[in-house]
């Protein structure tokens, strides 16, 4: 069974920068999707970015020039670099990895944007 854990989070000012780390634990096989979702408070779930077994990276219209998604496949890890950070970026960041052996969330890592 996978497990996931997100690192990286944490409290910054507007104009910032973090990366978030997700590494997976145990073996995987076949993966089909690795992304980024976050959730602000009140507010449901969202995607942020992804990238399928293709290698094609995605992202929401409010991240574009922003956010850069990439993946170490050797560590299974994938990171989430995150520019010029906003306000309306606060939430907790959750990533995801959908593989042949199932859907697999981690547990999430809190970003707060504040001046």
């Known amino acids: 069974q996978l497990q996931l854990r997100e690192s990286g989070g944490g409290s910054v000012q507007p104009g910032e920068s973090l990366r978030l780390s997700c590494t997976a634990s145990?073996?995987?096989?076949?993966?089909?999707?690795m992304g980024w979702y976050r959730q602000a408070p009140g507010k449901q779930r969202e995607l942020v970015a992804f990238?399928?077994?293709?290698?094609?990276?995605n992202y929401a219209e409010t991240v574009k020039g922003r956010f850069t998604i990439s993946r170490d496949n050797a560590k299974n890890t994938v990171f989430l670099q995150m520019n010029s950070l906003r306000p309306e970026d606060t939430a907790v960041y959750y990533c995801?990895?959908?593989?042949?052996?199932?859907?697999?969330w981690g547990q999430g890592t809190q970003v707060t944007v504040s001046s």
């Open positions: 990238v399928t077994s293709g290698g094609t990276a």
């Open positions: 145990g073996s995987i096989f076949s993966v089909r999707f």
């Open positions: 995801r990895f959908l593989e042949r052996a199932g859907n697999y």
